[in-house]
Nanobody, 126 residues
């Protein structure tokens, strides 16, 4: 039973904030790079952000730079995605994914990730 579970989604007005959490069960995330992805209705899944296994490196898609922040607390086995200044175009199902790595790799292609959560819905509208 190796699972990732996302939480923290919901409805928020434009300009609001949400903090998503990704919690692992059945394994520890110390040596896993984590990616956040999202999929809006009618669109392909896109990468949002990535964080290295030790949390020292992060990358973000241009559309969320300056608004989203990814962090992790390996002691608690939790990865966060702080989402500020939310826009309607941020509306999507958000997923976290984990990839085992012994190095400092940050991002992998989506199909390479070994574990995925079920997703949490984020809706931004007025």
């Amino acid at each position: 039973q190796l699972q990732l579970v996302e939480s923290g989604g919901g409805w928020v007005q434009p300009g609001g904030s949400l903090r998503l959490a990704c919690v692992a069960s059945g394994f520890t995330l110390d040596y896993y790079a984590i990616g956040w992805f999202r999929q809006a209705p009618g669109k392909e899944r896109e990468g949002v952000s990535c964080i290295s296994s030790n949390g020292s490196s992060t990358l973000y898609v241009d559309s969320v730079k300056g608004r989203f922040t990814t962090s992790r607390d390996n002691a608690k086995n939790i990865i966060y995605l702080q989402m500020n200044s939310l826009k309607p175009e941020d509306t999507a199902v958000y997923y976290c994914a984990a990839h085992l790595t012994p190095w400092d790799y940050v991002c992998y292609a989506s199909f390479e990730y070994q574990y995925w959560g079920r997703g949490t819905q984020v809706t931004v509208s007025s």
